[in-house]
């Protein structure tokens, strides 16, 4: 019996060892331009990490859909080791895997990881805005976490932003009351602010504040080409990666002040609300099932002459964006032939069908563009066609402006790495992330592409803490590849280095431009299918 409880004693010393070294943080603190921080430092990799870190005023009250206020200064010391509360919203793509503090109008945080030591200083600056469509996302989602990049050198810092109702409804009676008299935009104002935010106080974290690259991915992507555009931040930045989206027609691009007034009042009326009195008076909980009934699916992007003066095509052929270094590109099946098709089976007949439905005036064009012959074939195409329609187009198009109307390097990657079975078989992949749970899972059907939001955890070096995936040594090989890209690219302004394979930039007038293709061995090629965002180019008539 004596044994036995010795031996046990023995068993629980030993636990509580592993214990206590699981934890190797210690306090550390650092002093900002409104005050004392204390965070994490990590004794094992050197990695200090600050969650939660406020960089306005909470927008609630008088506050809401107001442009953001920089926060206020405090007393003693303010301790940022856990993330904040991530922005109102629903669950729009599944399981986003948040490590949020739970939901709250009160979201306006940002959190740092830097590897910088006792004397160090100019580092390069990543600042990440996450995906969601502007009506979900979460600056602590563990496929952003900045560990990884800091290992290797670089602060990262990853932004809360306001959504939805709360971050995108324009109103005459806000634009009367701003002093820039305009409404709308309160999410991307909210990134111009913490941009602001990190010029000021990013050589405390050891970080380099004339060295700054913004990124993004959907949502996020297409956040990283409004402020290249604007007033606001385009002095801020000095490099820009795009995954996946641009703010150019049809992709969540901006529409006229009045537009989004109408939007905003039609929003109200139908919801009985009488002013903006009335509905700042309104709890959080009440305001969002308001906005839930209503069905939509958040409110655009405005041309507001402050934030926004024109629209992106009119801004960059002119010239007036940021003139940086951008890396950018799309995966290869962003989005399911389905979209396309309508339900209707992958056959000649019918994406004939569909094709002349949506270009009655260019079918043909169409057709010969997208290759429709074999069941095969018109999945390929579908999907292409859809992706294209959602998605693609806009980043091309962006790339396109870039690369004709700046002297800046300008790189493209097409993304192809196919994901690995899930753990869960009951699990299906999401659209923007994430995992959706069936309760009579059919077979997951065959992947022909890289699905949207996919390329985000191999970018970020982040496998190993997305652990919905089987991750095989394929996709550690794809992600060492483009995370290294990425990693040099923030540093130096170009992605070459290492033992990667060379990754030329694109140049203008070039018919058939450079474009990397990242997947399990990647390789760089010339692109052989610009015909088809030229069409779409003069379809949206953005070419004009």
């Not at 859909?65 to 080791?81: H, L, Y």
């Not at 064009?365 to 999907?383: C, D, I, K, M, N």
């Not at 170009?494 to 930039?505: E, V």
Request: aromatic share 12%; hydrophobic share 40%; net charge negative.
């Amino acid at each position: 019996m004596k044994i036995f409880s010795i031996t046990w004693a023995l068993v629980l010393f030993h636990s509580l060892n592993l214990l206590a070294q699981s934890n190797n943080f210690m306090p550390v603190q650092t002093t900002l331009k409104n005050g004392i921080i204390e965070g994490n430092y990590n004794v094992t990799n050197g990695i200090s990490t600050y969650f939660g870190i406020p960089f306005a005023q909470p927008p609630v009250g008088e506050l809401r859909w107001k442009a953001p206020v920089p926060v206020s200064s405090w007393q003693g010391v303010k301790e940022t080791k856990r993330f904040s509360p991530r922005p109102v919203q629903g669950l729009v793509f599944g399981d986003m895997n948040s490590w949020s503090d739970g939901v709250s109008e009160d979201c306006l945080y940002l959190n740092v990881w830097t590897p910088a030591k006792r004397n160090s200083k100019d580092l390069p600056v990543l600042v990440y805005f996450y995906g969601g469509g502007f009506v979900a996302g979460d600056a602590s989602e563990p496929r952003y976490n900045g560990e990884s990049m800091a290992k290797e050198g670089v602060v990262v810092v990853t932004v809360n932003y306001r959504l939805g109702v709360f971050g995108f409804l324009a109103h005459p009676e806000l634009s009367a009351e701003a002093p820039y008299k305009a409404s709308g935009n309160y999410g991307l104002l909210d990134q111009a602010l913490a941009l602001q935010w990190v010029k000021e106080n990013i050589t405390a974290f050891g970080g380099n504040p004339n060295q700054v690259t913004i990124a993004g991915e959907s949502a996020g992507s297409i956040s990283v080409s409004y402020q290249m555009a604007s007033p606001l931040s385009r002095d801020l930045i000095h490099g820009a990666i795009g995954e996946s989206g641009a703010g150019i027609n049809p992709t969540l691009a901006p529409v006229s002040l009045r537009e989004a007034e109408e939007t905003g009042k039609e929003f109200f009326e139908k919801a009985g609300i009488q002013s903006i009195r009335q509905a700042r008076n309104m709890s959080a909980k009440d305001l969002f099932e308001v906005y839930q009934e209503s069905g939509r699916f958040g409110f655009p992007v405005v041309i507001d002459g402050y934030l926004l003066p024109k629209t992106l095509p009119e801004i960059f052929r002119a010239g007036e964006q940021a003139q940086v270094p951008l890396l950018l590109g799309w995966n290869s099946a962003e989005i399911p032939g389905a979209a396309f098709m309508q339900g209707k089976p992958y056959t000649k007949e019918n994406f004939i069908e569909k094709v002349i439905e949506a270009y009655p005036k260019d079918s043909d064009l169409v057709l010969s563009l997208y290759a429709h012959e074999t069941p095969e074939e018109v999945e390929y195409s579908a999907t292409d066609l859809a992706s294209d329609r959602f998605i693609v187009y806009s980043t091309w198009k962006w790339f396109d402006l870039h690369l004709n109307h700046s002297n800046q390097l300008v790189y493209r990657y097409l993304f192809s790495k196919l994901s690995p079975p899930l753990v869960d078989k009951n699990l299906t992949a999401g659209l923007a992330g994430g995992t959706v749970r069936n309760e009579n899972p059919a077979p997951a059907p065959k992947q022909i592409g890289a699905r949207h939001a996919a390329e985000i955890e191999y970018a970020m070096g982040n496998l190993h803490l997305v652990k919905e995936f089987a991750w095989t040594p394929e996709d550690l090989r794809a992600s060492k590849t483009m995370f290294e890209y990425f990693t040099n690219f923030v540093k130096t302004g170009n992605p070459n280095g290492g033992d990667n394979p060379n990754w030329s930039a694109a140049k203008a007038g070039d018919d058939q431009p450079s474009v990397m293709v990242i997947d399990t061995e990647s390789k760089e090629v010339k692109a052989s299918y610009d015909a088809r965002p030229k069409f779409h180019d003069r379809f949206y008539k953005n070419g004009n």
